[in-house]
């Protein structure tokens, strides 16, 4: 069985703008497929989660601009699903580091097969030391750039295969988006992870 994840982060909606929905359909066509949402923090307004949930359940890490309290809100979460082990945080920058380093900042040194991560804005997906590091970007304000459609990323998780997805949410008008897309798909077998 195949379960599907979206990842999104930052999406520090300013106070005219409710939810994604105002920027265009993009984020909402890819949540309404999903089984699960992530988001590695920076909500800013607790009226996204209410947004999301109308989707999926979600679990959320705190960003440094996350002034409220909510039970889906921690400093990080570690969870497993299909024999993967996943970490959401919002902040190991810079992400260029070792992957224990990034680790131990972001997830107190628990061991992931994912660590997710945002806060930079910009997306990144890669394999390094037997572990994807993934961040998604943000939705609405990709590369910190003014508020525009943006990226976020889909995750398919099976017992011994993880296909990840940067997708690019659309365009806005006259502000084009800077995001890019990406994909990377690994596997596990005889106790092995590797990417194909």
Do not use: Y
Not at 61 to 77: E, I, S, T, V
């Amino acid at each position: 069985m195949t379960q599907l994840i979206a990842v999104i982060a930052d999406t520090h909606l300013p106070s005219l703008v409710r939810t994604p929905d105002a920027l265009g359909p993009g984020l909402s066509d890819l949540l309404s497929r999903v089984d699960l949402i992530l988001h590695a923090g920076d909500v800013i307004a607790p009226s996204v989660l209410a947004w999301c949930r109308t989707f999926a359940p979600i679990r959320v890490a705190r960003g440094n601009n996350d002034l409220f309290d909510d039970p889906d809100l921690a400093q990080h979460h570690v969870f497993e699903l299909h024999g993967w082990r996943f970490g959401l945080t919002h902040e190991v920058r810079p992400e260029s580091r070792p992957v224990a380093e990034l680790l131990n900042d972001g997830l107190g040194g628990t061991q992931v097969d994912v660590l997710i991560a945002g806060d930079t804005h910009v997306q990144r997906l890669e394999f390094r030391d037997g572990v994807v590091v993934l961040n998604p970007g943000s939705p609405t304000l990709p590369h910190h750039k003014e508020l525009r459609l943006g990226t976020a990323a889909l995750i398919h998780v099976t017992p011994d295969r993880l296909q990840f997805e940067i997708v690019v949410l659309g365009q806005t008008p006259e502000r084009p988006n800077p995001g890019t897309t990406s994909a990377l798909t690994v596997t596990r077998r005889d106790g092995r992870t590797q990417a194909i």
